[in-house]
């Protein structure tokens, strides 16, 4: 188990080292300057920023010294929208924001989502289950900003409750008032994944269902909730811990559509405004930690696959 562990951190050192290569490289082949905007500049000022940032080196050469630096801790300055502000440091002010809604997203839509898959699972061909299979396929095809705007739409009627209303909602974010600001955005994040997770946690169960020790478990007389929940669930949450490995990471670092749809003060919104703004090292330093992230959630899923089933031996993926 250790040796498994130690090789998959190795692994996933290096999987973070080729993502920092390819963003970086991505970053730095797009034409212009992060300072071409600047009217105000003169070609001999946009050339001693450049040359300030390093930006003014052969490619080969800035991203060793990135990559140098990134190793150490340091993932750069803003050099536009922070100017001169660590990156690290706007992350750590970024991200709690995206954590935080993030997990209340990914709390119910977890929950409702296991709940209505086994309840479908349970009904299998009857009315409910052909009524939670439409609501969850329309709700993975409908994109998050398509649920959000339909959200605002909604809700900033006049009769909408006035702590809904999207006007307030960044006052409301910025002084931390009330979990009713947070209705709409978690549920436009968590939509998605919700109807994922329950048509998973269904086509799962129901292959569960059709097992020998289920159908022991019935012979013996034993109540159809009991063998649902205890029995069937145990091992249909197999599938469904593989996807929240990445659905963990991606959900609490923000959904980036959202976020700007409710100008919610969060990492997403930021690194779509840096995207904008052309911040190079804004851009290179989220999506490295949005990587490392990824990876380390994956890793625990390895080892929480053991805790959900001892007969598991994981080290057999290597």
């Known amino acids: 188990m250790a040796k498994y562990i130690l090789k998959r951190i190795v692994m996933a050192i290096v999987t973070v080292l080729v993502v920092s290569c390819v963003t970086f490289l991505l970053m730095m082949s797009v034409p212009g300057s992060p300072f071409a905007s600047e009217r105000a500049l003169t070609p001999q000022q946009e050339a001693t920023l450049n040359a300030k940032y390093g930006l003014d080196q052969p490619l080969p050469v800035q991203m060793v010294n990135y990559l140098n630096k990134a190793l150490h ?17 706007i992350i750590k002010e970024m991200f709690p924001v995206s954590a935080k809604i993030g997990a209340m997203a990914l709390v119910w839509a977890v929950a409702v989502g296991i709940l209505l898959g086994c309840l479908a699972a ?33 809700f900033c009627s006049p009769i909408a409750p006035q702590l809904l209303k999207s006007a307030q909602l960044t ?18 994040l ?23 020790y289920i159908k022991t478990a019935r ?33 609490l670092c923000g ?53 959900v089933d001892p007969r598991i031996d994981i080290t057999k993926g290597e």
């Open 73 to 89: 801790g340091d993932l750069g300055e803003s050099l536009k929208m922070q100017k001169g502000r660590a990156v690290t440091d």
């Open 122 to 154: 349970y009904h299998r061909g009857k009315w409910i289950d052909s009524l939670l299979r439409v609501v969850c396929t329309l709700g993975i095809s409908m994109p998050s900003f398509v649920v959000a705007s339909f959200l605002l739409i909604l």
């Open 171 to 188: 006052a409301i974010f910025d002084a931390g008032l009330g979990l009713k600001a947070y209705f709409m955005p978690c549920f436009a």
């Open 190 to 212: 968590g939509l998605y994944p919700m109807c994922y997770t329950a048509r998973l946690t269904r086509s799962s169960m129901l292959d569960a269902i059709g097992q020998e």
């Open 219 to 251: 012979a013996k007389g034993l109540k159809s909730g009991k063998i649902i929940f205890k029995h069937a669930l145990r091992n249909a949450l197999i599938p469904v811990i593989t996807y929240l490995g990445p659905l963990v990471a991606f959900t």
């Open 255 to 307: 959904g980036f559509v959202v976020e700007s749809v409710f100008s919610i003060p969060g990492l997403g919104r930021y690194l779509v405004q840096s995207i904008t703004n052309r911040d190079y090292f804004i851009i290179m330093g989220v999506t490295i930690f949005l990587a490392a992230f990824v990876v380390i959630m994956n890793l625990v899923v390895d080892v929480v696959y053991k805790l």
